[in-house]
């Protein structure tokens, strides 16, 4: 009745051992599982700067593309109106640069739909596939066990 008074014993040496291996095995598990999430997001990293490149070149391709097609539109009107009013031999060449332009603006969309098919960080998205993996076949181990 009166247990709660007295004076316990020390824990035996044995349960002191266990303890600390057992700390010792969690610090060992918190620095891999610490320094493999360093080298994930390391990859993540040199991937999202290789990916990033890609759409700022893809950006700008898409940006020139507007601006040659501002200046077929530009030259468009200029032909509709040199139709409509001269009917005079300087229209060829009008036409002829409205083609360029137009062409050029083609080939600039074409070349950044061609650069946006990189998939996003594939060799990250993987890892993180394989450590799902091995969670999972060390839980059914630990299951087991």
């Given amino acids: 009745m009166f247990g709660l008074f007295t004076k316990k014993e020390a824990p035996p040496a044995e349960y002191k051992r266990q303890a600390a291996a057992a700390f010792e095995g969690v610090r060992t598990v918190a620095a891999q599982v610490s320094e493999h999430l360093g080298a994930l997001a390391e990859l993540f990293a040199a991937e999202l700067q290789d990916y990033m490149q890609a759409q700022l070149r893809r950006i700008c391709l898409f940006a020139a593309a507007c601006v040659l097609l501002a200046g077929a539109y530009m030259l468009a009107s200029a032909l509709?109106?040199?139709?409509?009013?001269?009917?005079?031999?300087?229209?060829?060449?009008?036409?002829?640069?409205?083609?360029?332009?137009?062409?050029g603006a083609v080939l600039l969309v074409w070349l950044a739909g061609k650069y946006g098919r990189k998939p996003f960080a594939p060799a990250t998205i993987q890892e993180l596939k394989n450590d799902k993996q091995c969670l999972a076949l060390m839980m059914k181990a630990a299951d087991k066990s």
């Fill in 80 to 103: 509709l109106c040199a139709v409509l009013q001269l009917w005079l031999g300087w229209i060829g060449a009008l036409s002829a640069v409205l083609g360029l332009h137009l062409s």
